[in-house]
């Protein structure tokens, strides 16, 4: 069993910054694929950012300049920077790893539990 555990969620003051966190646990041999994924009420979830095992990376054009993404592979961790936050931030975010359970097996796409931000005008 895979375990996405996300932290850091809250509420922010327009313009203002806050960093989620995102652990991967339980039978990991590798983990290709990490992003964030948010949804609003209402609407559809939507991609945020990926990035790659090898670092590439990947924005949404809302978020380009003001979003960081990146990632700790000894630590099977992902994390997302946001700055100059704004009310239109304001969703779950859910955290995606695309896992590897053993050498040669296929790839497992799993989700965290996700966390509330949300940001006031």
């Known amino acids: 069993q895979v375990q996405l555990v996300e932290s850091g969620g809250g509420l922010v003051q327009a313009g203002g910054s806050l960093r989620l966190s995102c652990a991967a646990s339980?039978?990991?041999?590798?983990?290709?694929?990490m992003g964030w994924y948010r949804q609003a009420p209402g609407k559809q979830r939507e991609l945020v950012a990926t990035?790659?095992?090898?670092?590439?990376?990947n924005y949404a054009d809302s978020v380009k300049g003001r979003f960081t993404i990146s990632r700790d592979n000894a630590k099977n961790t992902v994390y997302l920077q946001m700055n100059s936050l704004k009310p239109q931030d304001t969703a779950v975010y859910y955290c995606?790893?695309?896992?590897?359970?053993?050498?040669?097996?296929?790839?497992?796409?799993?989700w965290g539990q996700g966390t509330q931000v949300t940001v006031s005008s």
């Open positions: 995606n790893a695309d896992v590897v359970y053993r050498l040669g097996s296929a790839t497992f796409k799993h």
């Open positions: 339980g039978s990991i041999f590798s983990i290709n694929v």
């Open positions: 990035i790659t095992s090898g670092g590439s990376t």
